[in-house]
């Protein structure tokens, strides 16, 4: 079982590799890949603190402008870390909130973080596609139309996982905060596949090519 060997240390050792690998993430971000914007800067810590070694491999592989080439694969790992950061910090305070604070459990906790990964997940797309200069309907339907697949796949697993493993656990046992780990890995992981596919037929556009956008910025 998860709880026999999810303790507080092991816990802790998780939580001291995560946060040195999003320290390496954002040294990386101030000194190599500068030129990425900032709501992508902000996607990319959180990739990297839910997921730890995990986060940073689809860091390191496919979001710096240090990549050898672009490719299918690389776009759609950019796309769901994208929404992954947003998705992924819904569930976080849904959870947390619901779960862990005010000891409910079953459907309530799932609708409500279900309800907060939407929104924040679209926030963190309809942000940018406004800094791009859309109008704010036309960027509320790009988001709608381009992440509503990935999102209801995403938290549909996660949520699942995350009730499965946890249990009635509380939040001050080290299965509650394993079994909320575990589900972000999941549900990145599961909407993988899911971005490539909407990518690959064009519902969705993906990511920039961050070499692209390192070499445009060192021509100018």
Known sequence: MLSQWLTWPVLA???????????????????????????????????????GPLGLAVYWYTGRGQIAHDSLWR?????????YSGCGLGEIIGVLTLAGL???????????????????GFAFTLGPLMQAGEAFRVAL??????????????????????????GDARIGD???WGALII???????????????????????????PKHMMEHQGHH
């Open 13 to 51: 050792v998780w939580a001291v590799i995560s946060l040195a690998c999003a320290a390496w993430v954002i040294q990386d971000l101030r000194r190599h890949n500068a030129f990425l914007g900032g709501m992508m800067k902000v996607a990319w810590v959180l990739t990297v603190l839910y997921s």
């Open 75 to 83: 776009k759609s790992f950019r796309s769901v870390a994208h929404c």
């Open 102 to 120: 005010l000891a409910i459990s079953g459907w309530p906790v799932n609708l409500v973080s279900f309800a907060l990964a939407y929104v924040i």
């Open 141 to 166: 339907k790009d988001s709608v139309v381009a992440e509503s697949i990935s999102i209801t796949v995403m938290e549909v697993v996660a949520l699942s996982v995350n009730a499965g493993l946890a």
């Open 174 to 176: 080290p299965v509650f």
């Open 183 to 209: 589900s972000l890995s999941v549900g990145l992981l599961v909407a993988y596949p899911v971005n490539v596919l909407l990518i690959r037929f064009g519902v969705k556009q993906g990511m920039h090519n």
